[in-house]
């Protein structure tokens, strides 16, 4: 009886332990598929890995591009706008420059035209005194040396610009002469002038002073 129960016993150990090895083992292929699925979920293949890091880094990169060509288009903005006023102000600056020297030169010729037309009857009277000297007095140091003055003044105002209009022989021109006498003259030309009672001038085909004539009819 005694052995029975120890070959009972023996029996019944061994099916324990076989039990337990056999769940040992079971727990232990349990938990090497679950370390296998474990580690692969974990480690994903070196393609698909590249991959999704490329997938993750493209939307910063195209953020990062578009951020920049935004940069660059508000730049680009910037520069055609300052360009476009800088044009614009070398535009208005060179338009300036010429108004002013236009205007310069119209101011210095309405000056020169004021002071000419002032200098004139000075004229006239030098040529009247001249006029008025005896032909044997004209030898005299006095009438010599108003003749060179009147010379001297006549050459300056040439210089300047100031020019004589023709007049006696010369076809009446209402732009260039001043009728204020008219004769009957069948020896001279139709609308001819006949006499210069004074002088006229021009200044840079300006004229100055109209000459008074009297033209034959």
Do not use: W
């Not at 732009?175 to 009672?197: I, K, R, T």
Request: net charge negative; aromatic share 4%.
């Amino acid at each position: 009886m005694a052995v029975k129960d120890r070959q009972d016993k023996s029996q019944e150990e061994i099916v324990k332990e076989a039990v337990k090895e056999a769940k040992e083992a079971a727990g232990k292929a349990s938990c090497e598929d679950a370390e296998k699925e474990r580690q692969a979920d974990c480690q994903e293949p070196e393609g698909a890995s590249e991959e999704k890091g490329q997938d993750a880094a493209d939307p910063r990169q195209t953020s990062d591009e578009e951020e920049k060509k935004g940069k660059k288009d508000k730049k680009d903005e910037k520069i055609e706008e300052l360009t476009d006023r800088v044009t614009r102000q070398m535009a208005e600056f060179d338009n300036f420059r010429k108004r002013t020297e236009k205007e310069k030169a119209q101011m210095y010729e309405i000056g020169a035209r004021d002071i000419v037309e002032k200098i004139l009857p000075v004229v006239d009277n030098f040529e009247r005194g001249l006029s008025a000297v005896k032909e044997e007095e004209k030898d005299q140091p006095f009438v010599q040396g108003m003749e060179m003055i009147y010379k001297q003044m006549m050459t300056t105002l040439s210089e300047a610009g100031v020019e004589v209009i023709a007049a006696v022989g010369e076809a009446f021109d209402p732009n260039l002469h001043n009728a204020v006498m008219h004769v009957e003259d069948e020896e001279q030309g139709e609308n001819v002038v006949v006499e210069e009672f004074q002088k006229g001038y021009k200044y840079r085909e300006t004229v100055i002073r109209h000459s008074m004539v009297k033209v034959a009819n």
